[in-house]
């Protein structure tokens, strides 16, 4: 008795990667299908995150060409990340085990064998981890590398090198929907959960078409939102240059005393204002990670709803939400 595997896919603008995208998911999850590994009534699931071109048409057709192919739609663009929430927790009570990917072809389809194999195996959670980073520019590579060790360092236990390809069985994504927070870094949470987990490598391919949907400064942005939802460092690291800047100015006022009764009091006149200047950054920048950190509070307090969707197409249980002439609406006249 196999499993059902339901494959999660958010998708912005990616009117030309999806037919390519969909039709290799087609052929994995018959072969997969004929093989026994995975339930027949399995699904693949496109999210589509308020594209602006015709993503939700294809879907469309998608689904109604293939009772295998889902969609769900999102009201408007939410980011990646709320789009595949939305996703994982639209299929949650459905699956046995979802594997989330980005429908550009980078994540190697075949990996998901491997991955399967390790969830018969018991595991809860399998994480897609990128053998190689061979296709991406040396600018990429160096700046996510060293992001993830920062990220280990501020203390987020986060998988190397590890994307949003990974496998989650349903408990786990029970589990992922016990995490109320709005500022949302999937990455990072998943491995609080707990759960056995293990990891497949696979070698990241370049994008199928089209280009890539995080621009640097989306990517600068996502960083940022990683680290401040994820670690509190950055406070105890103002906090400890406040008290090594507290003690150099005491440094500093003996300094000037002897200075003073030298009688050498005009001097030092460069490295006042160099001070004055220097310390007025810090103390920018101090306000600014606060500021952060606040934000993102007031943003938890309101609690608001971290996506909304608009229709859920699936040949078992979908709904639509769309702008229509209500069923029981007055004649025209
Ligand atoms: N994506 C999304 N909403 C966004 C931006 C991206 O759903 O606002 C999707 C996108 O369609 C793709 C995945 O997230 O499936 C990863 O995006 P992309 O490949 O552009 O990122 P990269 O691989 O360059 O980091
Ligand atoms: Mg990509």
Redesign the pocket.
């Known amino acids: 008795m196999a499993d059902r595997l339901y494959f999660v896919i958010p998708c912005y603008n990616e009117e030309e990667v999806l037919p390519e995208t969909s039709r290799r998911l087609q052929e994995k999850m018959h072969a997969l299908m004929k093989a026994g590994t995975i339930k027949e009534n399995s699904r693949v699931v496109f999210v589509n995150d308020g594209s602006k071109d015709r993503t939700w048409e294809i879907i469309e057709e998608l689904h109604q060409k293939d009772p295998l192919f889902s969609g769900v739609n999102l009201s408007r663009n939410r980011g990646h990340q709320n789009a595949l929430l939305a996703g994982l927790m639209t299929v949650k009570d459905h699956c046995d085990m979802a594997i989330s990917m980005?429908?550009?072809l980078?994540?190697d389809i075949n990996a998901c064998d491997e991955m399967l194999e390790k969830y018969y195996d018991g595991c809860d959670i399998v994480y897609g981890v990128r053998s190689a980073r061979k296709t991406d520019t040396a600018f990429k590579r160096n700046t996510a590398q060293g992001y993830y060790k920062l990220m280990n360092r501020l203390g987020a236990n986060m998988v190397y090198n590890h994307?949003d390809y990974r496998l989650m069985s349903r408990r786990a994504l029970q589990g992922l929907s016990e995490f109320g927070e709005v500022n949302l870094f999937l990455r990072g949470i998943v491995p609080m959960i707990g759960y056995p987990s293990d990891v497949v490598y696979y070698e990241r391919a370049e994008?199928f078409a089209g280009e890539?949907?995080?621009p640097l400064k989306k990517m600068i942005s996502f960083a940022i939102e990683g680290i401040t939802s994820l670690s509190t460092a950055p406070l105890s690291i103002i906090t400890d240059c406040g008290i090594v800047i507290f003690l150099f100015s005491i440094v500093m006022l003996i300094y000037s005393i002897v200075r003073y009764y030298m009688g050498k009091t005009v001097a030092g006149w460069t490295f006042l204002s160099v001070s004055i200047w220097l310390i007025g950054g810090m103390i920018l920048l101090a306000i600014g990670v606060l500021g952060e950190y606040i934000g993102k509070i007031y943003l938890e307090t309101k609690s608001r709803p971290r996506y909304i969707i608009e229709q859920y197409l699936d040949a078992d249980d979908g709904f639509q939400t769309k702008k229509e002439r209500r069923p029981g609406a007055p004649e025209k006249s």
Do not use: G, L, N, V
């Open positions: 980005d429908a550009d980078q994540d994307a994008r890539s949907k995080y």
